[in-house]
Structure formats: C-alpha cells, structure tokens
C-alpha cells in the first residue's frame, strides 16, 4: 500500500526557505499524481502543487507560483516542496497526497495522505 511520511517542516522567518520531502515507504505505480495541500489557521485545506509520478507536467496554486518548486526523486520514491520567499500567510500544516493516474487540486480526490508538517513564517 501506500504509506506517506512528511519531514522538513519547521519554524521560518519571512523571506527564508524550507525544502519538504515526503517518502513514500509503500508502493507507488507510474501513473500516480502526488500532491502537496495546506491547511492555515482557521481555513480550508487548499492545493499548492502536484507532479505526475512520471513525464514532466507541474501545477501550482496562483498564490505559490514562482516562489514553491516541486520535484521528485523517483529511485528513492520521494517528492519534494522547494519553498523560498516564504510569507506570514504560508504559514500552514503542509500535507502531501497521492492519487493514481487523474490530475486534481481537490484534496477529496487523493485517498493517500501523510500525517502533516507543520510550517510556521515569522516576520
């Protein structure tokens, strides 16, 4: 099965970086979508990014573009959230989700999930 495990998570001050990693220690076909989402303080839990398994198409939340990167290692099954030039509002329990095979932004969509990393930007 899938087992999703996140790290890196921590607290920031306003402009730093943190990288995310999250582990798949189960099994991960070619046609999975691995997905980030957040949820803030008093808010809905909304999509940040995701990343085919495999080929090369990227999605990114408006609100993150040009400052989040997604990546992945796929011989240590691991995906990874670059963040720079994090903000205050970035503030948010980060969750990293998997699906096979459709592309979604609605975290309902994913039936796999990490437990969460908690990332806290101060100014």
């Known amino acids: 099965q899938v087992q999703l495990v996140e790290s890196g998570g921590g607290p920031v001050q306003a402009g730093g970086s943190l990288r995310l990693s999250c582990v798949d220690s189960?099994?991960?076909?070619?046609?999975?979508?691995m997905g980030w989402f957040r949820r803030a303080p008093g808010k809905e839990r909304e999509f940040v990014a995701a990343?085919?398994?495999?080929?090369?198409?990227?999605y990114y939340a408006d609100s993150v573009k040009g400052r989040f990167t997604i990546s992945r290692d796929n011989p240590k099954n691991t995906v990874y959230l670059q963040m720079n030039s994090l903000k205050p509002e970035d503030t948010a329990v980060y969750y990293c989700?998997?699906?096979?095979?459709?592309?979604?932004?609605?975290?309902?969509?994913?039936?796999?999930w990490g437990q969460g990393t908690q990332v806290t930007v101060s100014s």
């Open positions: 990343i085919r398994w495999s080929g090369p198409s990227t």
């Open positions: 989700a998997a699906r096979e095979y459709y592309f979604s932004t609605t975290w309902s969509d994913y039936p796999y």
């Open positions: 189960g099994r991960t076909f070619n046609n999975y979508v």
